[in-house]
């Protein structure tokens, strides 16, 4: 099967991603934007810079938040402008 060793793996892109900005959504409908500081092989997540959204709007702020990986439905990159 040729085409899964050129497939992505979507640990291995979070991984390579540090340091770079994401959008997470969690199953409970939170969302945060801010820095990945860190990843583990259970998508549990550490951000700096963290903002808590609802409807797009910033409603809170926070210097650092661990995400659970059990709790998220996705992580979205930000593209770099």
């Known amino acids: 099967m040729s085409q899964?060793?050129?497939a992505k793996r979507p640990l291995t892109t979070l991984q390579k991603s540090t340091k770079k900005r994401v959008t997470?959504?969690?199953k409970n409908e939170v969302e945060y934007k801010g820095k990945m500081d860190?990843?583990?092989s259970y998508m549990n997540l550490i951000m700096t810079d963290?903002?808590?959204l609802h409807e797009d709007k910033t409603i809170a702020?926070?210097?650092r938040v661990i995400?659970?990986?059990n709790n998220?439905?996705?992580i979205k990159l930000e593209d770099e402008l």
């Open 4 to 6: 899964s060793s050129s």
């Open 24 to 26: 997470v959504r969690l």
């Open 38 to 40: 860190n990843v583990d």
């Open 50 to 52: 963290a903002e808590e």
């Open 61 to 63: 702020n926070y210097g």
């Open 67 to 69: 995400v659970r990986g």
């Open 72 to 74: 998220v439905l996705f």
